[in-house]
């Protein structure tokens, strides 16, 4: 569904804290918010979600399965791939996987990597989703970056070798220089009018998503230095989080979009996608 000649921009939320700690539910209240933007707009999102996590979250993620979002899992833990290793992120795989299903009471079929850290030199990790019975990830940052990116990746939805289907981050710019503007901090960093335009581009390119977390909208914490992060990037986690809500009912008022699991299920999507198979080493 889109509004005049505009195309719905798709709202993605990595439920997840940022102490990293697994009874950590900090997390929550600054959900409440957009959940109630969500609603008043009557649009569904999709919230890949931290395993862990969901023990805490109980009543309300199966709330919002029941109401008609999509959840999807988001790492048992919020660790980069390449922390994990190809048989620990396989076995993380299968317990996220079983604590989300056990709350919401039906199959899990999306994955988000934490840091978007599906890269080069983690591509292993595409297999073992596959392999695990998942049907699309959402993982893949094809851009330079400092934290994670591939950047010889497709920027448009691909299937990989194994046949994952894979919807990576949208970005602007040339190359391997993009970078995203409608998604997390940045979506809140940006000026005004950078915003508009990257607003007016998104919104003509189908399939376009953006990505939140939940302290995106924590306007009552106080600044700290988070972990494994310097000064400077931690104080970027913490500015401008005022204009976030306004910033995502912005996107909202374009119109209500299809989930992904939607998108892959529809007649002659999967035949029309470029497969990639990345060279190693």
């Known amino acids: 569904m889109s509004t005049g000649r505009f195309m719905s921009i798709r709202i993605t939320v990595d439920v997840e804290n940022l102490s990293g700690s697994i009874s950590d539910d900090t997390f929550i209240g600054p959900l409440v918010p957009l959940l109630e933007l969500l609603e008043q707009h009557q649009t569904k999102a999709t919230f890949f979600v931290v395993g862990a996590l969901s023990s805490l979250w109980r009543e309300p993620l199966l709330l919002l399965s029941k109401s008609g979002h999509e959840i ?3 790492g048992h833990t919020h660790e980069h791939l390449d922390s994990l290793g190809p048989r620990r992120f396989g076995k993380s795989l299968i317990e996220g996987r079983e604590a989300l299903e056990n709350v919401i009471g039906k199959e ?3 994955f988000r990597a934490p840091y978007f850290s599906l890269t080069k030199q983690s591509q292993w990790a595409h297999e073992i989703l596959f392999n695990s019975g998942f049907q699309f990830s959402s993982s893949v940052l094809p851009a330079w970056n400092p934290q994670a990116g591939f950047a010889t990746a497709p920027r448009h939805p691909f299937i990989w070798s194994s046949g994952l289907v894979e919807f990576p981050v ?8 993009g970078i995203p503007l409608l998604g997390g901090a940045y979506l809140r960093l940006i000026p005004k009018p950078v915003f508009k335009i990257a607003q007016l581009i998104g919104s003509n390119r189908p399939g376009e998503w953006s990505y939140c977390h939940p302290y995106d909208f924590d ?6 230095t988070i972990r494994e992060s310097s000064w400077i990037f931690s104080k970027l ?10 910033r995502v009912g912005e996107l909202l008022q374009l119109g209500r979009s299809d ?4 998108q892959i299920s529809e007649k002659g999507f999967i035949d029309s996608l470029e497969r990639f198979e990345p060279r190693k080493g």
């Open 108 to 110: 899990v079929k999306g």
């Open 72 to 74: 999807g899992l988001h």
């Open 219 to 224: 306007v009552a914490a106080k600044f700290e």
């Open 237 to 246: 986690l913490f500015m401008r989080r005022n204009l976030m809500l306004e």
């Open 170 to 177: 949208p970005t602007f710019g040339l190359g391997r220089f």
């Open 259 to 262: 989930s992904f699991e939607q």
